[in-house]
């Protein structure tokens, strides 16, 4: 019987613009990785985190809330150590904890023999994530676990689906050196809004879908403005309009916050157009001074998996 496994679980674009906690997807170029290992005894143990400083207390890390809400639902006692490898940064609006939390349910859920499918393991998942970022919301975790681009329909009942990988595009991330958290950032989303703002919002998420599923990318680009939460959160973003702007007048078909913030991404149809985005954002941020990182990507087919 298999004792340990190591799993990878992707970051993730979430709200994709006009899609506020309905929609994210999955990339091929950063993830986190979980070990998961059979204990002796019936406790969950975090052995060890690194990349980030981060609780161990069981019931205050997104990975061990989210494994003892898939034991709890099986009615198991097992124990499990768990040795966690932050490869992004938590607080970059790239989902850690989302990745997390979907890790070690995968990985837990692999060493009891797979009881449930992987998409079954989604409302454990959400658990972990709902404690980081004091709501439910599963644009993140949705794609860390189950890889994608993956829209939210309704969260009671659970139902989403899947729209297709579009594998031209080119993401570009970009991270200005600064933390905001996601409870935080909910925070700034207004309670209310005008009829004018839904109507506006809804027609722009109707439209991205179709876009999606028809690769009308002038549609994608006329569809991608975020009415709700883009307005309130680019405040806390360094640059913010300076970086849409570079980006749109160098062939980028979409830009937006990346979840929380405070990365931004940017879809594009080549390498060409992504890498002179890339040099000019740079250039804009070393002249004001903002520390940075890149990182070029692709969207990713698959969520949670197997890598030891």
């Not at 890790?103 to 994530?129: D, H, I, M, S, T």
């Not at 980081?132 to 993956?150: E, M, Q, R, T």
């Not at 985005?277 to 940075?292: K, L, T």
């Amino acid at each position: 019987m298999r004792t340990r496994v190591k799993i990878s679980a992707p970051a993730t674009v979430a709200n994709v613009g006009c899609g506020y906690d309905t929609i994210g997807f999955a990339l091929d170029a950063a993830s986190e990785e979980i070990i998961v290992e059979r204990r002796n005894d019936h406790q969950l143990v975090i052995k060890s985190i690194l990349g980030a400083e981060l609780s161990q207390e069981v019931n205050q890390n997104v990975a061990t809330i989210a494994a003892q809400s898939l034991l709890d639902h099986l009615e198991l006692n097992e124990g499990f150590d768990f040795h966690i490898n932050k490869l992004f940064t938590p607080g970059s609006g790239l989902g850690s904890s989302a990745s997390s939390a979907a890790a070690a349910v995968f990985g837990v859920n692999q060493l009891l023999k797979q009881p449930l499918e992987v998409a079954e393991l989604l409302p454990f998942a959400l658990e972990g994530e709902a404690f980081a970022s004091k709501s439910v919301h599963a644009d993140n975790v949705a794609p860390a676990l189950l890889g994608g681009f993956i829209v939210m329909r309704s969260y009671d009942p659970l139902d989403y689906f899947s729209l297709p990988v579009a594998s031209e595009l080119k993401v570009l991330v970009v991270k200005p050196q600064v933390e905001i958290k996601t409870a935080e950032a909910k925070g700034l989303i207004p309670k209310e809004i005008t009829v004018e703002i839904a109507r506006n919002q809804w027609g722009n998420l109707a439209s991205l879908v179709h876009a999606f599923h028809t690769k009308d990318w002038k549609r994608l680009n006329d569809s991608i403005e975020d009415f709700i939460a883009e307005p309130v959160r680019k405040k806390l973003i360094p640059g913010y309009d300076k970086v849409k702007e570079i980006a749109f007048s160098n062939g980028s078909i979409g830009c937006n916050i990346s979840g929380s913030g405070p990365s931004i991404f940017m879809l594009f149809l080549n390498d060409e157009d992504r890498n002179v985005a890339e040099n000019q954002i740079h250039d804009h941020y070393e002249s004001e001074g903002i520390p940075c990182e890149f990182f070029s990507s692709g969207i990713s087919a698959a969520g949670c998996k197997i890598i030891e």
